[in-house]
């Protein structure tokens, strides 16, 4: 088969070029990551969820910040002034330079992913597999929200599509799992596609390909201790330490709201719009308009969605419906368990998530977009 043009390599060179212009560009997230570099490379790991100087605190999971904790080892040899915890607000060319470089870097590993996605595809398929994949190193999604905005998401989803492409061979199940559980430990919002994983490799690795009563425990106990150790290497520190409560309302801030102060345009948004229209009309139909309601906002940093007509959403409303609808595609994954199955239900169970979860980033429609692709 002719080599397929343009490669991915040469499409990342021109890409990297583009992002590089980009640079000067600014947003709040740039200063998030900053503070996080300076507190685990200014505190040791057992103050990193308590430290509270800035409103931005560091709330991923620790493989995140262990990953912040190298990127600062180099950092100090650019710019020791961004690792001073009382900088806030620092922005020298260096900082900006060096953070926007590591964007670009870790986003190879998206880049491999890609490749590895296109040489294991079926040789029909090779050309619609390039597309997809030039389609997501292209994607202005990530384009804006990694380098105009400022995140590593490149980098992790280089991950996942790492971990779903091994989920391809039953000879790979066993990787495949272990890279997400390790992603999970990264960026906790991959949580929304752990009930597809957990149904895939229930099915797939750990019970028999003709009866669902025969259990492979050989492999159950493979992928048990793997998972086990992952975790156990991301928050074994923090549980010796008695902080795994602090940890989690760092990872799960409830309070923060039913939604984010950039609206995902989910059913929760088009909610809230339903109980703005009724709060006009409220007096002709003699509707309860609760004054809370009317005073109600929605903020990033902490704040909380009241409804004046409408009933109150709480946290477990939106779990139960977002497992409820995530259920639809898993049971027919548990019965047909193939690859593209598995696909359909990443899909399906983020954009499930993303209508119905508790305070949706705008973002998190990537989770639809990329594994659909």
């Known amino acids: 088969m002719a080599e397929l043009y343009p490669s991915i390599a040469q499409t990342a060179v021109v890409a990297a070029a583009l992002k590089i212009l980009l640079f000067p560009a600014k947003s709040t997230d740039f ?38 904790w190298i990127l600062s080892q180099l950092a100090r040899y650019v710019d020791p002034g961004m690792l001073d915890i009382a900088n806030l607000g620092y922005d020298s060319w260096k900082t900006v330079y060096f ?13 491999f992913a890609l490749q590895s996605f296109v040489r294991t595809s079926p040789p029909p398929a090779k ?47 066993l990787p495949s799992g272990l890279i997400f ?10 949580l929304y596609l752990a009930p597809a994983y957990f149904v895939y ?27 086990l ?46 109980d703005r229209i009724l709060v006009c009309v409220a007096p002709r139909f003699g509707l309860d308009v609760k004054e809370t309601g009317l005073n109600s906002v929605t903020r990033g940093l902490v704040g909380d969605t009241s409804f004046a007509v409408l009933p109150e959403i709480t ?36 954009y499930a998530s993303f209508l119905f979860g508790w305070h949706v980033h705008e973002k998190a429609i990537l989770l639809v977009i990329i594994p659909f692709r």
């Open 99 to 111: 953070q926007r470089f590591t964007v670009i870097v870790t986003e190879l590993v998206l880049v």
């Open 127 to 173: 050309r619609t597999a390039q597309t997809a994949a030039l389609s997501i190193l292209l994607s202005p999604g990530l384009l804006i929200i990694d380098h105009i905005h400022f995140q590593y998401n490149g980098f992790l989803y280089g991950v996942l599509l790492l971990s779903l492409i091994l989920a391809r061979k039953p000879s790979t199940l």
């Open 201 to 227: 490799l229930l099915r797939a690795y750990c019970l028999g390909p003709r009866s669902i009563f025969q259990i492979q425990f050989g492999n159950v106990v493979r992928l048990g201790v793997g998972t």
């Open 181 to 190: 559980a390790m992603l999970l430990c990264f960026k906790h919002i991959y």
């Open 31 to 68: 200063e998030v990551h900053r503070n996080w570099l300076a507190i685990t490379h200014s505190l040791p790991a057992s103050e990193w969820y308590y430290e509270r100087t800035s409103d931005w605190t560091l709330d991923y999971p620790p493989f995140f910040a262990y990953f912040e």
């Open 229 to 274: 150790s992952v975790f156990g290497a991301a928050l074994g520190p923090f549980v010796y330490w008695g902080q795994i409560e602090q940890l989690l309302g760092r990872l799960f801030p409830f309070s923060r709201g039913l939604c984010h102060a950039y609206w995902a345009p989910n059913v929760w948004a088009m909610y809230s719009f339903t």
């Open 315 to 350: 946290p477990r409303t939106t779990f139960l419906l977002t497992l409820f609808f995530q259920t639809i595609c898993l049971i027919k994954l548990f019965f047909q368990p193939s690859w593209e199955r598995f696909i359909g239900a990443v899909t399906l169970c983020g």
